[in-house]
């Protein structure tokens, strides 16, 4: 079993930043793929980032893409999701989640665990 607890979220102003952490406890989080999703009211759960157990490889959801960059510490068992020039349409709930296969994370809904989430507001 894995834990995956975020924080880091909160209000900022559009073209602002923000640095989400997500820590993993529990199994060691080397071997699984760890992903952020986020979920704005009235719409479903969407992909936003990912990134490989080593740290080498990351995929990001076209709409952040040069925006964001999802980094990993594996001795911290943190994952780290950097925000720079947010825009309103970013304001949602920000999941961390983990799964073995990086075809689960990247294209599905489906990862084995999942963090509580964190808010993430942007003002215009």
């Known amino acids: 079993q894995v834990q995956l607890v975020e924080s880091g979220g909160g209000l900022v102003q559009a073209g602002g930043s923000l640095r989400l952490s997500c820590v993993a406890s529990?199994?060691?989080?080397?071997?699984?793929?760890l992903g952020w999703f986020r979920q704005a009211p009235g719409k479903e759960r969407e992909f936003v980032a990912c990134?490989?157990?080593?740290?080498?490889?990351?995929y990001y959801a076209d709409s952040v893409e040069g925006r964001f960059t999802t980094s990993r510490d594996n001795a911290k068992n943190t994952v780290y999701l950097q925000m720079n020039d947010l825009k309103p349409e970013d304001t949602a709930v920000y999941y961390c989640?983990?799964?073995?296969?990086?075809?689960?994370?990247?294209?599905?809904?489906?990862?084995?665990?999942w963090g509580q989430g964190t808010q993430v507001t942007v003002s215009s």
């Open positions: 989640a983990a799964d073995e296969a990086l075809v689960i994370v990247r294209t599905t809904l489906r990862s084995s665990y």
């Open positions: 990134i490989t157990w080593s740290g080498a490889t990351a």
């Open positions: 529990g199994r060691p989080s080397s071997g699984y793929v």
